[in-house]
């Protein structure tokens, strides 16, 4: 069982930045991806970015160009760098790894972006 542990979330005018990370508790090379889910108040989660274990990477379309994810193999961290955001980008978001068939969760950490 993968264990996932958010953190670098917090509140952030429009146009600011802000870099989640993600450490999992088993090597990063050993699930076959990581990634980021979003879910605003009174709406769905949804997909955001990933990257796999061999460090390809793909993003919704509403975050290409803003949003980089990255991998730091030494420190077995996956990080969301969040550029130029918006007030729709707030949400809390979930690291999520993917393992043999089953998907696992952080506990989320909020994101509030203000205008």
């Known amino acids: 069982q993968v264990q996932l542990v958010e953190s670098g979330g917090g509140v952030v005018q429009a146009g600011g930045s802000l870099r989640l990370s993600c450490a999992p508790s088993?090597?990063?090379?050993?699930?076959?991806?990581i990634g980021w889910y979003r879910q605003a108040p009174g709406k769905q989660r949804d997909w955001v970015a990933l990257?796999?274990?061999?460090?390809?990477?793909n993003y919704a379309e509403s975050v290409k160009g803003r949003f980089t994810i990255s991998r730091d193999d030494a420190k077995n961290t996956v990080y969301l760098q969040m550029n130029s955001l918006k007030p729709e980008d707030t949400a809390v978001y979930y690291c999520?790894?993917?393992?043999?068939?089953?998907?696992?969760w952080g506990q989320g950490t909020q994101v509030t972006v203000s205008s």
């Open positions: 088993e090597s990063v090379f050993s699930v076959n991806h």
């Open positions: 999520d790894a993917f393992q043999n068939g089953r998907f696992y």
């Open positions: 990257i796999t274990s061999s460090g390809n990477t």
